[in-house]
Nanobody, 116 residues
Framework: QVQLVESGGGLVQPGGSLRLSCAAS????????MGWYRQAPGKQRQLVAT???????NYADSVKGRFTISRDNAKNTVDLQMNNLKPEDTAVYFC??????????WGQGTQVTVSS
């Protein structure tokens, strides 16, 4: 099993920045990739950004150029720096770990609200 604990999030004005952090524990050797997903009210959970253990990254088109994912394999952490936030970025953000066998592990979620 892999346990994920998120921190960060909160309320920010449009154009502002936030940083999300996620720490993984448990059977870390099973993790092939870590990343972030988000779910807005009434919508499906969607990928925001992921990074593999080989440092390949994948971003949703809507966040490219504004969000940056970083991963520390030694510390088993993954961060998401979010700049130039927009109201449409408002959602619950979930840390995700993908095992080599294809299993997904999820954090409890952290709320990000972008509003003036």
């Amino acid at each position: 099993q892999v346990q994920l604990v998120e921190s960060g999030g909160g309320l920010v004005q449009p154009g502002g920045s936030l940083r999300l952090s996620c720490a993984a524990s448990g059977t870390i050797f099973r993790v092939a990739a870590m990343g972030w997903y988000r779910q807005a009210p009434g919508k499906q959970r969607q990928l925001v950004a992921t990074k593999t253990i080989g440092n390949s990254t994948n971003y949703a088109d809507s966040v490219k150029g504004r969000f940056t994912i970083s991963r520390d394999n030694a510390k088993n952490t993954v961060d998401l720096q979010m700049n130039n936030l927009k109201p449409e970025d408002t959602a619950v953000y979930f840390c995700n770990a993908l095992s080599w066998s294809g299993s997904h592990y999820w954090g409890q979620g952290t709320q990000v609200t972008v509003s003036s």
